[in-house]
């Protein structure tokens, strides 16, 4: 049977123990000769210091604790096993306790009122706080929470993937990345179905350009908004060439003017014989000749535009009167009218043949000459 004197030794022990003071193997020896009956001076009274401070709460006032009578439980450890549940089922009303224990050397943190009789708090060695240990669970919970932070920040800068998936788990394109993935243009390359007469004008308002652009995945496509450096106007048989640009890339298109000059028309203009043109006008139909002779008759209406019946066989004496042919003539600015037997040289092209009404009533039909420049004498 255990004594009242052994109870509270037993009880001031498991504080000690409780406050982190005593490790299990002191508890355990010291439990064991209190039980024999020979450490009475050493745990008669814990050493006296101040009371703990805690910084979140107010310290209760000191109490004096009842003594506590053994409950005897059959079977469960002993005569210390039955002091353990007679204290618990009688532990004073107001008395406030906090506890977090743990099995073997398991850390536990304790708000007792005093119960010595003294009337101060134990504490450890020297007045120092009993020493904490940080709770294992705890810790794994913020190792846990750390980790998942971790996770979550690469997930969302360290793929380098904007790619996002809707419901139906189809990738949703970001703004960001459609912008990113537009092609960009390599090439660009123009074409040319306009007029070439003289005086075209080759510049962003001819319909005739069209410009296609290449780009870097290997697609084109025709673009509008180019522009050209300088805008160049066709000139008889010369090439005009421009500059395009587009995107940053540049082409140049070269366009060959299919009006001739004085001096390339003339050369372009075959003389061929009379009977050939009357027997065959279609064969020889937009073809350039040249003809010389005697202007026998002129048809004026007012306008700078003339007709000519020339003949160009002579036929004695000097005129030429044969091998007519009927001649449309549009004068230049301030050049001199020609007259009736003014002997010319015509370059034109011809035109099929054409009939038309003599002054005795008849049908004549003759080649006809659409003459671009004449030459009298």
Request: aromatic share 6%; hydrophobic share 30%; net charge negative.
């Amino acid at each position: 049977m255990i004594s009242d004197e052994q109870m509270n030794q037993l009880e001031k022990l498991k504080e000690l123990f409780d406050m982190d003071i005593l490790s299990k193997e002191e508890f355990e020896a010291k439990k064991k000769r209190i039980l024999e009956g020979g450490d009475n001076a050493e745990t008669t009274a814990a050493p006296k210091t101040e009371p703990i401070k805690n910084n979140s709460e107010k310290q209760p006032a000191p109490t004096t604790a009842a003594p506590v009578k053994p409950v005897n439980t059959p079977n469960q450890g002993g005569e210390y096993a039955d002091y353990k549940a007679g204290a618990a089922a009688q532990t004073p009303a107001g008395t406030e306790q906090t506890q977090s224990k743990k099995q073997d050397d398991s850390a536990v943190t304790m708000t007792l009122p005093n119960t010595n009789p003294g009337g101060s708090n134990v504490a450890g060695p020297a007045g120092k706080p009993p020493k904490k240990k940080l709770n294992i669970k705890m810790i794994i919970g913020i190792v846990a929470a750390v980790l998942v932070l971790l996770i979550a920040v690469a997930a969302i800068g360290g793929s380098g993937d904007d790619s996002d998936y809707d419901d139906s788990g189809e990738e949703v394109t970001t703004e960001e990345e459609t912008e990113e993935s537009e092609p960009v243009v390599e090439s660009i390359d123009a074409e040319y179905s306009g007029d070439t007469d003289k005086g075209t004008v080759l510049d962003e308002d001819n319909t005739g350009i069209t410009v296609t652009a290449t780009y870097d995945d290997g697609s084109s496509e025709e673009v509008y908004d180019w522009s050209v450096d300088e805008s160049k106007t066709l000139r008889a048989g010369k090439k005009s060439t421009i500059t395009i640009n587009y995107e940053g890339q540049t082409c140049q298109l070269t366009v060959k003017c299919t009006s001739v000059n004085k001096k390339q028309f003339k050369r372009s203009c075959k003389k061929i014989a009379y009977s050939a043109l009357a027997r065959n006008p279609k064969k020889h139909d937009g073809k350039n000749i040249r003809i010389y002779g005697q202007i026998i008759q002129v048809v004026e209406d007012g306008s700078d535009t003339v007709n000519f019946r020339v003949g160009t066989k002579n036929s004695g004496y000097g005129s030429y009167y044969d091998d007519v042919f009927l001649v449309e003539y549009t004068y230049g600015p301030n050049e001199s009218r020609l007259l009736e037997d003014d002997m010319v040289t015509m370059w034109g092209t011809y035109g099929g043949t054409y009939t038309y009404e003599s002054t005795g009533g008849g049908d004549i039909t003759v080649p006809l000459l659409y003459a671009k420049y004449v030459k009298r004498g």
